[in-house]
């Protein structure tokens, strides 16, 4: 095993072995879940809390969903009824979280680093579900299992990745998870979407779909992040979909075998059309959603694993 970190809040600090060592592990878990034998106590004994202070189904699901696969107590914070509602800092939460002795603590928040500033004031393992702008490690993470188990590997694909890359935490960790593993990567999107100095991400970036979709043997489109827009950053929906929507006139320009992923919650008809979604031979959307738990086990695992041994 290749995996020595205290927590996961990011893809940054992660070495490609380090990915493979994750992937390999939440693969195994992922045959085990389709077989049934879902359960295993592995996180006996263990106390996982989760904290949610943006409003989550997928990820808060996947996480309580693999924790308690794993044997361990499993607690909710409703976070948009607590302390800090009332004016707790987050270090006093950290406090107060310590003080329970949990073992996992699982964080979404709205704020850049924020989940990096608790993971150095709490005794436990960190898991980041998703901070601001700036990452979501167990997302890039579940992409990069969907694309392996579907594509056979990793390394010397080309990935398009569409829509709205300037707000997204899921562009930025999946260019930072697979340029590490080598795939070519393209950004595609409205220049008002797109990230000031993209191009100089070693990654190609491109304002036409057609280009960047040709030959593509990924195409991940992104949800527009309205809650994080504070402008006209597009025309109108209508406008968007005609020029950047996934269609089957767009897909028809990449490689006859890509396939169709999108991090969810989609909106049909503005970023990708329906029939595209729900294609079975295309699509692999709801592979997404079942590799999320296998993925949120493996990492839970591993991390459990270095705390009981004293790594990280």
Known sequence: MSFSHAHLLGIEPLAPQDITTLLDRADAYAEANRRGDKHSDSLAGLTQINMFFENSTRTQASFEIAGKRLGADVMNMAMQTSSVKKGETLIDTALTLNAMHPDLLVVRHPQSGAVN??????????????????????????????????????????????????????ARSNILLLGKMESRLRLVGPPTLMPAGAADWGVEVYDDMAEGLKDADVVMMLRLQRERMDGGFIPSEREYYHRYGLDPAKLALAKPDAIVMHPGPMNRGVEIDGTLADDINRSVIQEQVEMGVAVRMAAMDLLAQNRRQGLG
């Open 117 to 170: 500033l608790l993971a150095e004031k709490v005794n436990c393992a960190v898991l980041n579900a998703g901070d601001g702008r700036h990452e979501h490690p167990t997302q890039a993470l579940l992409d990069a299992l969907t694309i392996r188990r579907a594509k056979g590997r990793l390394h010397r694909l080309t990935v398009a990745i569409c829509g709205d890359i300037a707000h997204s935490r899921v």
